[in-house]
């Protein structure tokens, strides 16, 4: 059995299963043996190429992070209709179509792996996030919803798929640039993101995510990541006043008395 047939069958039962992510990876494992032809397709040829197409349609519509666009439909609606009639197919033409089919599946792969290494799942019916994709092959991502994940997540995008922010120097500039512009949440964001692509700035971007959060009187995240900062040896000293005042903040404001003794505790410790 020819490897492009094998693979395609192999992704008929992960789709079955529902495991779709792992289903589109052999799609594109088997587009990746297809080679072009001038001959009739055999029975398992035609099968094979003929069940991807359903399997990326069904995957597009009822996916949703996966959007439905109109690049996406004439793609796969115009393999589909060649494959439903093969009688004067132009063969050259044919292979082309073959082609953005797998480019097509390639990009989705790309979409899929991301929300993936994210810990978003691709059965999320109402997701935060989607992608789609553009006949030039890029990816674009919908924002959906607003909170400083889905933030992070795009500055995560753009930084693997728009070439933004390539060095810790530059996520260094955007930070300060989010931050004079008082655009707390992308600074969050972006300091999440550091962390995750430089961890050698953990110290420091700990240390600018207490102060942020210190300065809008979020406590308890500013006391959190002070104490991380000074485990990666931030001296104590240049953040003491800052922990005292978080601290008897959030002892004041303390629901329970059992609360509040837990932050004068913390405090104690620290001094």
Known sequence: MPKHTDLTHQAFAAYSSRNFGY???LLCKALYYWQPTDQPLSNATYNALYDAVEIAENLSIHLAIWESNAYTTEVIQTLKASLIDLKDV???EFNEQVELFKNLLEGAQIGFDFFKNNGLSLLEPNP???FALTPKGAIELLKWTESPQVDALIVAFDACFKLEMKSLEQCEKEVQKALKAEDTERAEALLEFMMKQYPQSKKQAFLQLADLHFEVKAYQKATEAYMKTIVMGTPKE????NIRIACNALAAEAETSKEAARWRGVLINFF
């Open 23 to 25: 289903a589109l990876s």
């Open 90 to 92: 132009d063969w050259a």
């Open 128 to 130: 935060i996030l989607s």
């Open 238 to 241: 240049s953040v003491r006043d």
